[in-house]
């Protein structure tokens, strides 16, 4: 629950001077003293605000407290600037009424500061938006640049406004801001050229030299040395607390974001250079012929370069120092200047430029935050302007901001008081007078237009003939003397001749907040603010584009011989529409107070501020307060906010508004001395009165929102449930549907499986009947092959039983039979009987094994080995020899019809048999090989032709064989050629001849038992051949070669027969060694085929697979 508080609560003091009891001066001032020392510089009197300066920042400016006070009522928290400012923004935006807010005081009272809160709080609870956003910033952000060209430090404020400014910010029908328009009045510009002692110049000064850059400073040709200058004061030139190198830096953002082009950015700070510059011209008297003093400027460097700062012709502005041109009526007379003059014509023209420029930065930021719709606009002006002072030392200023100050108060009492009261009295409301001090006398004094010192003013500085201070101050004594506010030493009014405070040349006021002594002294040079016409036209010429509009008077086409508004009528004419301005709009005062003349926090000098109470009129203001009515309003309007409180009055009222006004009063059962009736208005006499009804319809507007809120969710709720309904109904049919479907398809796949698990038990029950049908049946089948078998089989051993039986019956019938002939016939044999049978029997036998053989006697081939099989036991031997004769006689068949040559070649393998069989290896594969001896074709190769008839005999074997190398058992191809007188080794390509060895050498020949081709020749010792040693040789057709060799051997009568040692090591002799060839069984790895290899001088290993 939200905690309500209220401006009673915790309360120092009184928040709202109007319940203060007693109600007196002093009990006013300890109030307010008693909030001061406890932070609390806001006082409400009704809703006036009274704001203490504390000196020192307090923690009241947060955003959590913009939201506290933001839409809540004025007297609901404790006192406030924002809930001022909150007030005014909802009355603009909620009512639809311009507001305007003023802010006064003394100098250094806080105004500008509470201007500054007021709108950022504005700006805090206005409308947001990229757009309002923008607007917001640059209106915050046009003060910065205001207060560096417009504010300086003086002896009262640090940060004192030395122009008036009144700032409109306008508004759109929601309350977003649009834009804004400042309105500034009189800058107090001779501070440009003299400060007084404690004060400085305008703070732009002290900023650009602090903050800008080197390079910057270089450009506008000045040294940050501020002693450079002589318009800076150097007492205070640095104020505690105030950093001008940071604000410049700023300036130069704010500048930014309010929307000046970087290049105007730089022509203002070289103007600002320029009036630094103009400072330091000096000038010097020069006598000339006629008597006269003439200037001349000392050093002409300054001007020189503030000449190239401006783009002005150094001879023209130095001219224009120089002389004075005074046109009258077609005729111009040029003067020449003395030194005075021209350093009133210096000082003049800084002053000029200063204000005019800063009249233009006032010009440039309204043409940025000017509202960009043209759409209509509510307003909320915020008046801060130069609050009244009194100095040691017053001059034509301050007699300005004090009238203008004047003013403000007059505005104040207008509203506050004297309005009031004549409202009261207008609208019949009974009511007793109150006195207060009414400063209009003193603003008659001031600005009245026959006999007003302005007009005196005027008219002195307008009138032809010698005009000085002195005879403007002779003026005001004759005119004013009998004015009760207006005292001076020359005055007819002889209670001031003694009056030695009074100097001669001063006059005084009787200001509303005390009395001013104004020196004359410039009061004429400054109303009149002339610029001689030769000064402003060289400014005019300047190759500079601000410049030359700063000084549109010095456009030679556009010369003006009248008199320009003097600067006092100007005032008084900007402050008289300022004023109508202000009354147009709803008023909300903010009344500063100055706790201390020290600018020191925690110090409250009870004086002084019981002086400003006096002159602020805020004990009046009370007492207006107490005795009369917080709030009023016209009958139609209350009854149009009010009407929803009473049951008669909602929704519509239709008799006359102010009786519908007491009908809702009275049934409010509101206390009649809380309300008076006027003629056209309610009056209210209490705020909380007025918060009642207010609480009261912000209740009721809640229990209205709440009924539409209801009817609106009821109906939105029906809708809803409509709908809702609707669609349910469609849910509900599809999901039926859908239901009825997935039950269907439930059912139908249930029927199915019931379906099939019946058909499949029907057909598992045919099945298993078929099957036992079917056992039955094979059963039957079997039962009966079974017993058919049985019956079979006894049957059979029946049989059997009964064969043997018969055969037995047979057996023994013939055994009795033969028993019974033996016996009967035994008789009738002879003794030798029984060997004729026998050898009957025999020859029977034979014979018939003799007719079987001829039908069953193997073919004629010599190696067909079938023989029939033996009939008889006995006839064993027969049977072999029968056979044995058998084959040889179909040898001798087979060998008589064999032709010569062929029985020869038999032979050959006849005696290849006996050589070799089961004693070499190579020998069975020999076997099927027929020896066709010429294996070359020698007789018709015609390579071997030559050889051919080398061979004296027939060639008995023509062949290729290896020659096995002695040194490394390779071999080399060799023709091996054999007659039957010699053998001979040739060449087998080219068929000559390496060795022929006549047979009758050959002593024996070696060959391995295993399957190799090697052969070793062996030559008989001391035979013609043996010199070359034996030879070692291998061939495919070693038995072939061996049986021929060994053939013609035992052929020839004449020599010894050829050994053939079959041997697995033998020795060969090779010239004059003796190597071992020995035969090994090779191993797997040395591969299928026979290897040869010398393993040392005596050893030559021949490796032969297994076979
Ligand atoms: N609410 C505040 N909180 C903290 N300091 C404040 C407050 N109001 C004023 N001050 C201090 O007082 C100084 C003077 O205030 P400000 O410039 O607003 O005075 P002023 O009334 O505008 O004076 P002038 O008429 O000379 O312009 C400020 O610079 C600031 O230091
Ligand atoms: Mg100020």
Known sequence: MEVKTSLLDNMIGVGDMVLIEPLSEDTFIENLKKRFDHNEIYTYIGSVVISMNPYKSLPIYTAEKVEEYRNRNFYELSPHIYALADEAYRSLRDQDKDQCILITGESGAGKTEASKFVMSYVAAVCGKGQEVNKVKEQLLQSNPVLEAFGNAKTVRNDNSSRFGKYMDVEFDFKGDPLGGVISNYLLEKSRVVKQPRGERNFHIFYQLLSGASDDTLKKLKLDRDFSKYNYLSLDSATVNGLDDAASFRTVRNAMQIVGFMEDEVQSVLELVAAVLKLGNIEFKPESRCNGFDESRIKDKNDLKEMCELLGIEQSVLERAFSFRTVEAKMEKVSTTLNVAQAYYARDALAKNLYSRLFSWLVNRINESIKAQTKTSKKVMGVLDIYGFEIFEDNSF?????????????????????????????????????????????????????????????????????????????????????????????????????????????????????????????????????????????AMYKANHSLIKILFPEGNPAKVNLKRPPTAGFQFRASVGTLMKNLLTKNPNYIRCVKPNDKKAAHIFTDSLVCHQVRYLGLMENVRVRRAGYAFRQAYEPCLERYKMLCKQTWPHWKGPAREGVEVLLKNLQVPAEEFAYGRSKIFIRNPRTLFFLEEKRRQCLEDLATLIQKIYRGWKCRIHFLLLKKSQVVVAAWYRRFAQQKKYQNIRSSALVVQSFIRGWKARKLLRELKHKKRCEEAVTTISAYWHGTQARRELKCLKEEARRKHAVAVIWAYWLGLKVRREYRKFFRANAGKKIYDFTIQRIMQKYFMGLKKTMPSMSPVDKSWPARPYGFLDRTHQELRRIFHLWRCKKYRSQFTEEKKATYEEKLAASELFKDKKALYPSSVGQPFKGDYVEITKNPKYQKLNSLAEDKVLLADVVSKINRANGKGAPRIFLLTKKSLVLADQKTGQVKASVPLLDLSSVSVSTQSDGFFALKLKEGSTSAAKGDFLLSSDRLIEIITKLHRIGAASADRNQINIDISDEFLVQFKQDKVCVKFIQGTPKNGNGVACKRKNNRLLEVSVPSP
Not at 407 to 434: A, D, H, M, P, S
Not at 452 to 466: H, K, N, S, V, Y
Not at 479 to 494: G, I, L, M, P
């Open 397 to 537: 200023e301050q007699f300005i901001i004090n009238y203008c100050n004047e003013k403000l108060q007059q505005i104040f009492i207008e509203l506050t008081l004297r309005e009031e009261q004549e409202e009261y009295v207008r609208e019949g409301i009974e009511w007793t007078n109150i006195e207060y001090f009414n400063n209009a006398i003193i603003c008659d004094l001031i600005e009245n237009n026959k006999n007003g010192i302005l007009a005196m003013l005027d008219e002195e500085c307008l009138r032809p003939g010698t005009v000085t201070d002195e005879t403007f101050l002779d003026k005001l004594n004759t005119v004013c003397a009998e004015h009760q506010h207006f005292e001076s030493r020359q005055s007819k009014n002889s209670k001031f001749l003694t009056d030695h405070s009074l100097p001669h040349n001063c006059f005084r006021i009787q200001h509303y907040a005390g009395k001013v002594l104004y020196r004359v002294e410039g009061f004429v040079d400054k109303n009149n603010d002339l610029l001689y016409r030769d000064l402003s036209q």
